[in-house]
């Protein structure tokens, strides 16, 4: 199994801003987009919208055209999602390059992170409280993977619940692919959910770190402590300890887990420290 850590979200060069942690919880604020898309910030559930108007200075108005993706929150939409509903990833050019170079596909996982930072509201205003930082706030095991080319609304014939992902509109270019979710987990033997977003973010960034670029690695990643290292990251950039200099260029990050105890232990105990579960873990 790959595990692919893939930036999301907005930043300082995408919305000119961070996503927010509220009382815990991470809200992860779709980037600002000129690529085809039917949402504007306005459609966003009532939170998320004020949270991107306030914390951007206005920047991110409810007029604005956003990228929702990876869309793995059912409440992410004021309007609610139709029947038959699942979690889906979208991409395209040079980041579904990568991913196809390294194989990515059905029964690979991503661990969708992004820049945080606590907010509270502040006089009825949303604003920022605490340092930024990189999190892991949500996640997506594949089940297919449609190749989409520059008219991605022919999926909608078979799968019309897609109706709301960028990536299925017309105007991309010919790479343009969705990755579609799992129900459910198919390692470990247990019964979790395929995608979501964590009641509650794992942070990446070193609590001493004075940038948020500095990781704490599990071992099972570190290539200093025979772990298995993952793209864009040659061996110069892992500091030892489990510290890592992480890339600022490249949208996904991958690495090959295979078959590797301690890395499926590692993510299935993630998934269920970091969301609610209801009974039979779902």
């Not at 297919?144 to 509109?169: C, M, N, Q």
């Not at 793209?231 to 110069?236: A, F, S, V």
């Amino acid at each position: 199994m790959k595990v692919i850590f893939s930036r999301k979200g907005v930043d300082s060069a995408s919305g000119k801003c961070a996503s927010a942690i509220i009382d815990g919880k991470p809200y992860s604020l779709p980037i600002p987009t000129r690529m085809p898309t039917a949402t504007r910030y306005r459609d966003l559930a009532p939170t998320m919208a004020a949270l991107a108007r306030d914390l951007s200075n206005g920047g991110l108005n409810a007029e604005r055209a956003c990228h929702l993706d990876p869309d793995i929150d059912p409440s992410a939409l004021a309007a609610g999602r139709p029947a038959g509903w699942r979690g889906a990833l979208g991409q395209a050019s040079a980041s579904l390059s990568h991913l196809r170079k390294n194989g990515v596909g059905p029964g690979d996982l991503f661990l969708f992170w992004g820049l945080f930072r606590e907010a509270k509201q502040v006089g009825g205003v949303w604003r920022y409280v605490g340092p930024r930082i990189h999190a892991v706030f949500g996640w997506l095991q594949v089940e297919y993977v449609i190749d989409l080319g520059s008219d991605g609304s022919l999926a909608l014939e078979k799968r019309p619940w897609l109706r709301d992902h960028p990536h299925v509109r017309s105007g991309w270019s010919d790479l343009n692919a969705i990755y579609l979710a799992r129900d459910e987990l198919t390692f470990n033997g247990r019964k979790l959910r395929g995608y979501g977003v964590f009641d509650r973010p794992l942070v990446l960034t070193a609590p001493d770190a004075k940038t948020p670029s500095i990781w704490v690695a599990p071992r099972w990643l570190d290539v200093k402590g025979g772990g298995v290292g993952m793209t864009y990251h040659p061996e110069g950039r892992w500091l030892g300890g489990g510290r890592l200099q992480s890339a600022a260029r490249g949208q996904e990050f991958v690495a090959d887990a295979s078959n590797r105890s301690d890395a499926i232990n590692w993510l299935s105990q993630m998934i269920l420290d970091h969301t609610r579960r209801t009974e039979g873990g779902l």
